[in-house]
């Protein structure tokens, strides 16, 4: 069964710093996703990493895959209040079946 | 471009009843997903419909069942509700030929079950 596991699962941290999320999961996948989700909202879909090495930014948001450690981060920079939200990571199997890790919710402070 | 919706936003009701949710998927797109959010945690997949079958299921026991209409749209029906089925339903579409990688989710509905 396949397990995916997101830590921290809280973070606070101040507005200006970097940090980094981190997921592990624990089968072969060459399918990663991360997504956002603000309070009572849906998710919106941030990246889609296909391959091993796969790096993608957008914004203060950087995500990169190591299929070989099973293992993907999400590493934000310089982090603004408006960051502040829960964010997902999770693995798709060739049917595109998602499973989900806990969630980090990250709250950025002035 | 419509995205995901879904309907209602809200619903309460009480255990044992019955209830049915609705999806359309994002134009041009042929397959829905539905996951369990519980508060607190991530999502939980539910099933997948394609070509109005279902494809894939989750550790979700029958009460859950589905249905695809020929315009893609789903609705997820839940039978018998317990406290436990208290939660947010997210509906995912993607398109299963080229491009099938992300999937969209739509806005929830927010069950209630007293």
């Known amino acids: 069964e396949l397990k995916v596991e997101q830590n921290p699962l809280f973070l606070s941290m101040q507005e200006g710093k970097n940090y980094t999320i981190y997921c592990n999961y624990s089968t072969t996948s060459d399918r990663l996703y991360w997504y956002r989700q603000d309070p009572g909202k849906s998710l919106e879909s941030l990246f889609v990493l296909l391959s091993n090495g796969a790096v993608k930014q957008e914004g203060r948001l950087m995500a990169s895959l190591d299929t070989k450690a099973r293992l993907s981060t999400l590493h934000i920079t310089a982090a603004v209040h408006d960051l502040s939200a829960t964010y997902f990571c999770a693995v798709g199997d060739a049917g595109n079946m998602l499973t989900f890790g806990g969630g980090t919710r990250l709250m950025v402070k002035p | 471009d419509a995205g995901v919706t879904q309907s209602p936003t809200h619903l309460i009701k009480t255990r044992g009843q019955q209830v049915t949710l609705r999806c359309s998927p994002k134009?041009?797109?042929?397959?829905v997903s539905w996951y369990q959010q519980a508060l607190g945690q991530g999502p939980q997949f539910i099933f997948q419909?394609?070509?109005?079958?279902?494809?894939q299921r989750g550790n979700f026991p029958d009460r859950f069942s589905g249905h695809q209409f020929p315009n893609y749209s789903s609705e997820l029906n839940v039978n018998a509700l317990l406290l436990g089925d208290s939660a947010l339903y997210l509906c995912?579409?993607?398109?299963?030929?080229?491009?099938?990688?992300?999937?969209?989710f739509g806005p929830g509905t927010r069950l209630t079950v007293l």
């Open positions: 995912a579409s993607s398109l299963t030929e080229g491009g099938r990688y992300t999937q969209y």
């Open positions: 134009s041009g797109h042929d397959t």
């Open positions: 419909y394609y070509e109005e079958e279902e494809r």
